[in-house]
């Protein structure tokens, strides 16, 4: 009698020596599959990660650009852009984005966005506007005149530069004071010109804290006046 019993004491042990292993391998599974590094997110997940890949890709074009058309100064810009492109790398992998991931600001694709086509104050109050914002989005959009809407339809993003409030452009010379106003919150801020870039007006740093949405690295609904 007591020999059964001992044997269903052992038993009853082994059982739960082995229930205890099987619970603690789940949650040893379970607290692997939660440590388990997120999926970095695309740019056309996160409004954060497209401004990004925006800033990164204007600033690899600029950089091709330069080395496709050398001048004394290229080789002094590339070195800043490329410093630059390393900035906007690390924020896209402290944000949470696909590093490496870039987009062109495309002024082409902007139309098809209504709110953007959509801008009753700017429409109604310069009936002028659509022949002459047309060369804005060229190589003439430094000849619009003094308060006049330019790079219609174009998306704004910061160019990761540092330094004082400025601008850079592909359309405008140096000394060109540039009006931005982020439609979504109001904000506007008025910029010179100093360097070239691969779009249509690209803030740096300091510039676009002025005018962006908290956690956002792209104005979708951007109005850019040419006023100096």
Known sequence: ??????????????????????????????????????????????????????????NQKFIADQRANPDAQSEARIANREAVVAEIKRKQEASGCTVGESAQDSQTAQPSQPAEAAQPPAASAQPSQPAASAPAGNTGGGAAASGQQVCNGSTVTLSGEGGAPAASSNQFPAGTKLKVTNLDNNKSTTVEVTSVSGS?????????????????????????????
Do not use: Y
Request: net charge positive; glycine share 10%.
């Open 1 to 58: 009698m007591s020999r059964r019993r001992t044997l269903g004491t052992k038993k009853k042990i082994a059982l739960l020596v082995s229930a205890a292993t099987v619970a603690g391998g789940g949650a040893f599974a379970m607290a692997s599959t939660s440590n388990a590094a997120p999926t970095p997110k695309s740019a056309s997940e996160s409004t954060v990660c497209l401004g990004l890949a925006t800033a990164l890709g204007n």
């Open 200 to 228: 249509c007006a690209l803030l740096n740093n300091a510039a676009f804290e002025q005018v962006r949405e908290p956690g956002k690295f792209l104005i979708r609904r951007a109005l850019i006046e040419k006023v100096g």
